[in-house]
């Protein structure tokens, strides 16, 4: 439903103040990376556009032709391929950074996919390059049943029609996955739809460990603040330290080679 329709994306998860885009660039900043970035799971390009005006060299990936298509006509600046995160190489390498932002990292399902990811990363980074990411966090659901015991249920117009997307959160502890299924309304006469999709949970020490046995050296982990957190980052606002909350913050370095 979303990953097809780019507007209707923008109209039901808008960001007018562009914090992930703003966030992602903060990092890049502290940690003095280099101008040549790569916007993994792109989307519909806004967080790329913004990394692009704040005078980074951007391509943004994305798996979706729709996206792409859109963010090439209404986020212009980047350059924009085609590319699934769990393996890549793309023109443009070696990037000075990589950007993950809104948990596309998660849908690496499996270890074997994750591996993929990582690997790709350390090919297409320069030495010493970072790798940005923002995803939920696993550890969060160790206990806690608040974003699974009641559906999120969010009303907004787009284009003159009301839509109603009610989303409701499992836990599936054998894959390690947090599976979503939300279901859509209009009061348009269309039919509803389902859309399910999944990510994978990942705790914070997990991902430590994947990301040193691929040659990263962990610079930051923490729960907040971040571009989706209560309250959400704002420029000037120092990384926290723990990592307990429903988001992850990770900015970690590619240890150079002998």
Do not use: I, K
Not at 3 to 23: M, S
Not at 69 to 93: C, K, N, Q, S
Not at 216 to 235: M, S
Request: charged fraction near 25%; charge should be negative; proline fraction near 6%.
């Amino acid at each position: 439903m979303l990953t097809d329709n780019p507007e209707l994306y923008e109209a039901r998860f808008p960001d007018a103040e562009r914090l992930a885009g703003r966030w992602a660039e903060d990092c890049l900043r502290r940690h003095r990376a280099g101008r040549r970035v790569l916007d993994l799971g792109c989307g519909t390009g806004r967080d790329a556009a913004r990394l692009h005006r704040a005078g980074r060299r951007v391509v943004g990936a994305d798996l979706s032709t729709a996206m792409l298509t859109y963010a090439r006509t209404h986020h212009p600046g980047p350059e924009y391929v085609r590319a699934d995160l769990r393996g890549f190489d793309l023109p443009g390498a070696p990037f000075d950074a990589v950007v993950c932002l809104d948990s596309a990292l998660l849908y690496c399902h499996t270890d074997t996919e994750l591996d993929g990811f990582l690997a790709s990363c350390r090919r297409g980074l320069a030495p010493g390059g970072l790798l940005v990411a923002e995803m939920r966090n696993g550890a969060f659901f160790l206990g806690r049943t608040e974003l699974l015991d009641t559906p999120a249920v969010h009303d907004f117009t787009w284009q003159g029609t009301a839509y109603t997307s009610t989303t409701t959160l499992s836990l599936d502890r054998t894959a390690q996955l947090l599976r979503r299924t939300r279901r859509w309304s209009a009061d348009d006469g269309s039919p509803p739809h389902a859309q399910d999709s999944a990510w994978r949970l990942l705790f914070p020490q997990e991902l430590r460990r994947a990301l040193t046995a691929h040659g990263f050296e962990v610079l930051e982990l923490h729960d907040g603040p971040g571009p989706r957190t209560v309250p959400a980052w704002q420029e000037g606002t120092a990384p926290g330290t723990s990592a307990d909350g429903d988001r992850l913050h990770l900015v970690a370095r590619l240890t150079p080679t002998d």
